[in-house]
């Protein structure tokens, strides 16, 4: 191939992590006017190791029930299925205080309320399906070295030298997205102060299904549980104290861990590596450019409290892949502004509720000041559940905590949304309290969110 003569395709996605190849393999599925399928190019600047068994020190994310349903509609689920771990219980706490609450699949007449899969183990499987598409062109490792963008299409140039011309070009690349920087695109940044250690562990006893989410006064702590009785970690700790923990050996670790979770699932035996992340919201104001769209961390990068990250993200790839094919189906340029635009309209609303509630809710269950706390010292945590419960089941969340009930007023407005709000097809959110028989099941419109 001459450098100067591009080679052609309908859809390039930089980045191959959980959000470019889940699109990748949704577009693969399409076909134009003429019956010919989309020809995608994916670049990835690392594979997964196929041949590495992701072990103890694998990480994990949380899979919504509504996640799972948009991957079963664009055939993915069945490669992801056999990897993933069900939620059927969770479990809320406030450390040093008397509330708690439950919740269980059983109550709303579902198997799980949600996933939990490692994501080496996902990496794997999905490279493994790509590898098998014929419609999709993988090059990796590729990086891209220039994105000139003009009124037909993107040309991309790669380190090396190879050039590409694409009538769409989606960005996949991260929260430190070079396709984001190139084109100058405005962001909007908070930093929480707060850092997350993510590790897998072992109890004594298997959490068969329970996932936990545990309020303390530096952060939310979150374990989900694993295939193999193992667990996975997310726990938000004051950045200044982050490092100290991480930097402790597996006994003093384990230790300070279980002094904040406490004894639920037994001791807790065993960690893996951990890592560190520094938590900062960083949220794309207009995700779109000439001919371009950002998904995934690029767009919107989220504080993990409830586990909404992936799940927003997979909303949003979910219709940008209906989009398409609607555009597709039309004779429509499906990099051609009003394509684009349209699908950035029926996406804003969402991502801004969203992003507005995850950090209400990091801001407001991080804050342990005199003021906010109020109510008796027996108080149990209400109806509305928790942060992590309501982003499993879209349940109405007053954002109160037990003993000493935490200030509403962070979250009363968005609370009062959500728990009036109608879906785009006018049926109502589902509530636990409906008259039997009653279909509780989520419809495509809104899907839930862990």
Not at 248 to 275: K, P, S, Y
């Amino acid at each position: 191939m001459s450098h100067s003569d591009p080679v052609h395709v309908d859809v390039a996605i930089v980045g191959g992590g959980m959000s470019g190849a889940v699109l990748a393999l949704s577009l693969a599925a399409l076909k134009g006017p003429s019956g010919a399928p989309l020809q995608i190019l994916l670049l990835e600047a690392s594979a997964p190791e196929l041949n590495a068994h992701p072990g103890f020190d694998a990480r994990a994310i949380a899979l919504s029930a509504g996640t799972c349903e948009a991957l079963a509609r664009h055939g993915l689920w069945p490669h992801l299925a056999p990897h993933c771990s069900p939620i059927t219980h969770i479990h809320v706490s406030d450390r040093g205080h008397c509330g708690q609450t439950r919740l269980s699949a059983a109550e709303y007449g579902l198997p799980a309320l949600g996933q939990v899969i490692e994501l080496s183990a996902a990496g794997i499987v999905l490279q493994e399906a790509i590898a098998a598409s014929p419609q999709i062109r993988m090059l990796c490792p590729a990086r891209l070295a220039a994105i000139d963008p003009d009124e037909g299409g993107v040309t991309l140039a790669l380190e090396g030298g190879a050039r590409y011309r694409t009538r769409l070009l989606v960005a996949a690349d991260g929260g430190h997205s070079f396709v984001r920087q190139h084109f100058k695109m405005p962001v909007s940044r908070h930093d929480y102060g707060q850092s997350a250690i993510i590790a897998t562990v072992k109890t004594a006893e298997d959490p068969a299904g329970r996932a936990f989410e545990r309020f303390t006064d530096g952060g939310p702590l979150a374990l989900l549980p694993m295939q193999d009785g193992l667990s996975s970690l997310v726990w938000s700790v004051p950045r200044d104290e982050a490092q100290g923990l991480l930097a402790l050996d597996d006994a003093a670790f384990l230790a300070r861990l279980q002094q904040a979770f406490g004894w639920r699932l037994g001791r807790i035996e065993r960690t893996g590596v951990r890592h560190l992340y520094p938590l900062v919201l960083t949220v794309a104001d207009y995700p779109l450019a000439q001919r371009t769209v950002l998904v995934g961390n690029a767009a919107h990068l989220l504080h993990p409290i409830a586990g909404q990250g992936f799940n927003l993200g997979m909303r949003d790839l979910d219709v940008l892949t209906r989009t398409l094919a609607r555009a597709l189906a039309a004779g429509e340029d499906i990099g051609g502004f009003e394509v684009l635009s349209g699908y950035w309209q029926s996406r804003r609303d969402d991502q801004a509720q969203t992003v507005w509630l995850t950090s209400s809710l990091a801001q407001l269950f991080s804050n342990h000041h005199a003021p906010l706390v109020v109510g008796p010292q027996s108080g149990a945590l209400p109806d509305g559940q928790s942060a992590l419960a309501q982003g499993t089941a879209r349940l109405p969340h007053p954002g109160i905590r037990g003993r000493g009930v935490r200030s509403i007023s962070a979250v009363a407005p968005a609370a009062k949304t959500i728990s009036s709000k109608r879906h785009a097809c006018g049926r109502r959110l589902a509530d636990p309290g409906d008259s039997p028989g009653k279909d509780t099941r989520e419809c495509r419109c809104k899907m839930w969110m862990w």
